[in-house]
């Protein structure tokens, strides 16, 4: 986290992970439309937290895992499972 506070901030880290949603996502669905007709697509994210130790593991590292879980369950439920 310390490292990743060094080159962003926690709302350019939830203004990323939307642009991401909304328009990276958006766009390889209609590619995937285009190129294969789908008509419906999923998304599975997982969150590799295997190295995070409980010392690493404080208020700043649990709100970037929760800003990111709000964006999605919030305004995109259907890419949850």
């Avoid at 285009?34 to 937290?49: K, N, P, Q, V, W």
Wanted: glycine share 4%; with cysteine; net charge neutral.
């Amino acid at each position: 986290v310390n490292g990743v506070e060094c080159i962003a901030t926690l709302e350019s880290i939830l203004r990323f992970h939307w642009f991401s949603m909304v328009h990276d996502s958006a766009y390889r669905l209609q590619v995937a439309k285009d190129r294969y007709g789908m008509r419906s697509c999923e998304f599975i994210y997982i969150m590799d937290l295997s190295k995070l130790t409980m010392g690493q593991l404080n208020k700043r590292t649990y709100k970037i895992i929760q800003i990111q879980s709000e964006v999605d369950q919030l305004c995109f439920p259907e890419t949850l499972f």
